[in-house]
């Protein structure tokens, strides 16, 4: 399974979940599939999709999943420890792992050779960290969302893109109407 | 009064409830502030494109936040200025420790100082330089334009100005 048959499945669990998601391919795929107001899509910024999406999370108490890569997570490595030492019981971590760097044409990343993601975050002190397989993804999130604990999710899938447009929405938009869920 | 409790009382009336730091020796005394305030959610940040994107999702979650840096943050947060706080306009007042001017020992903090206003300039982000104690009485007003006009806006606090602290 690649990247996008991972949120195939898991869009009946999270199309009306807050999700923030991570430039690129993971903001592209979502659009594609499932366009909803409750999806926050970065159009730039690689790295802060978890430090979005835990800033959104401490803000209101509705839950906030964060939808990340591993090349995005190695990118802005300081946002563990943050997540670690600001618990958000409403924020769940998604990180799609697929060892490379998806959106730029596959270059291998750190994640997929010698470091574990997850155990940089136990490193870091995040207490419920979950590393499961693309096939595991569905009943994993379900479980973490199902949960009232902040959750860290790493899911290891296979390196491979389906093709996608660029979303063309304004950003002012996305945000706007982004703004509204979150205070519906 | 000190300078610090200036800046808490303009954070204060503006509501402001969510700011990340990271520390600059000159904002040790209103970061002690800011984690002490009942109403503030103090996050520090590794770095502060970090603090950025927490700021940016605070927003997104109805806070209104802030960012306490050092000027050699603008070095770091370019791209999260132009293409996130910017792009999706977002109110971000960014407090900052202008250091590397006149009063300042550390050869290296000059290197950075020189590009600050060029580099802020460039972004056309709406910029304020505090030199002496009582200029800190504007703050209130600067926040307040900040968030009505959904812009970051950066305020450069230098070594005579943390003199009344
Ligand atoms: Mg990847």
Same mark, same amino acid.
């Given at each position: 399974?690649?990247?996008?048959?991972?949120? +195939?499945?898991?869009?009946?669990?999270?199309?009306?979940?807050?999700l923030v998601t991570n430039i690129g391919?993971p903001s592209?795929?979502?659009?594609?599939?499932?366009?909803?107001?409750?999806?926050f899509y970065m159009l730039g910024t690689m790295g802060l999709a978890s430090s979005i999406g835990l800033g959104l999370a401490?803000?209101?108490?509705?839950?906030v999943?964060a939808l990340d890569g591993?090349g995005s997570v190695l990118m802005n490595f300081g946002t563990l420890?943050t997540i670690?030492?600001?618990?958000?019981?409403?924020f769940?971590l998604?990180i799609?792992?697929?060892?490379?760097?998806?959106s730029?044409?596959?270059?291998?990343?750190?994640?997929?050779?010698?470091?574990?993601?997850?155990?940089?975050?136990?490193?870091?002190? =995040?207490?419920?960290?979950?590393? =499961?397989?693309?096939?595991?993804?569905?009943?994993?999130? +379900?479980?973490?969302?199902?949960?009232?604990?902040?959750?860290?999710?790493?899911? +290891? =899938?296979?390196?491979?893109?389906?093709?996608?447009?660029?979303?063309?929405?304004?950003p002012?938009?996305i945000k706007?109407?982004?703004? +509204?869920?979150?205070?519906? | 009064?000190?300078?610090?409790?200036?800046?808490? !009382?303009?954070?204060?009336?503006?509501?402001? !409830?969510?700011?990340t730091?990271?520390?600059?020796?000159? %904002? #040790?005394?209103?970061?002690?502030?800011?984690?002490?305030? /009942?109403?503030?959610?103090?996050i520090?940040a590794n770095r502060e494109d970090e603090g950025m994107g927490l700021c940016a999702g605070a927003y997104l979650?109805?806070?209104?936040p802030?960012i306490?840096?050092?000027?050699?943050a603008?070095?770091v947060t370019i791209n999260s200025l132009a293409t996130l706080i910017q792009f999706y306009?977002m109110?971000l /007042? $960014?407090?900052?420790?202008?250091?590397?001017?006149?009063?300042? /020992?550390?050869?290296?903090?000059?290197?950075?100082?020189?590009?600050?206003?060029? %580099?802020?300039?460039?972004?056309?982000?709406?910029?304020?330089?505090?030199?002496?104690?009582?200029?800190?009485?504007?703050?209130?007003?600067?926040?307040?334009?900040?968030? $009505?006009?959904?812009?970051p806006?950066?305020?450069?606090? !230098? #070594?005579?100005?943390?003199?009344? #602290?």
């Amino acid at each position: 399974m690649i990247r996008s048959d991972v949120l +195939k499945t898991l869009i009946p669990l999270i199309s009306d979940q807050l999700l923030v998601t991570n430039i690129g391919l993971p903001s592209q795929e979502m659009h594609l599939l499932d366009d909803q107001p409750s999806n926050f899509y970065m159009l730039g910024t690689m790295g802060l999709a978890s430090s979005i999406g835990l800033g959104l999370a401490l803000a209101q108490e509705k839950k906030v999943i964060a939808l990340d890569g591993d090349g995005s997570v190695l990118m802005n490595f300081g946002t563990l420890p943050t997540i670690a030492n600001n618990v958000a019981s409403n924020f769940i971590l998604l990180i799609i792992d697929n060892g490379s760097y998806g959106s730029t044409g596959d270059q291998p990343t750190y994640s997929g050779m010698k470091t574990s993601l997850s155990d940089v975050a136990r490193a870091c002190g =995040c207490d419920h960290v979950v590393e =499961c397989q693309a096939e595991d993804a569905f009943d994993t999130v +379900k479980s973490a969302l199902d949960g009232d604990q902040m959750t860290i999710i790493v899911c +290891k =899938c296979e390196s491979g893109n389906i093709k996608v447009p660029v979303i063309d929405m304004d950003p002012v938009v996305i945000k706007d109407r982004f703004m +509204k869920v979150v205070q519906s | 009064m000190s300078v610090n409790d200036v800046i808490m !009382d303009a954070l204060v009336e503006n509501k402001v !409830d969510f700011v990340t730091t990271v520390p600059c020796k000159q %904002l #040790a005394g209103v970061i002690e502030k800011i984690d002490e305030a /009942p109403d503030i959610y103090h996050i520090p940040a590794n770095r502060e494109d970090e603090g950025m994107g927490l700021c940016a999702g605070a927003y997104l979650g109805g806070k209104r936040p802030a960012i306490i840096m050092q000027n050699t943050a603008i070095g770091v947060t370019i791209n999260s200025l132009a293409t996130l706080i910017q792009f999706y306009r977002m109110p971000l /007042p $960014m407090l900052i420790s202008y250091r590397g001017e006149v009063g300042e /020992p550390v050869a290296c903090q000059v290197e950075m100082a020189v590009h600050t206003k060029a %580099l802020l300039n460039q972004l056309s982000i709406p910029t304020y330089h505090f030199h002496k104690p009582d200029d800190a009485d504007e703050l209130t007003d600067i926040l307040s334009y900040c968030y $009505m006009s959904k812009k970051p806006v950066a305020v450069l606090m !230098d #070594a005579t100005f943390w003199k009344g #602290a």
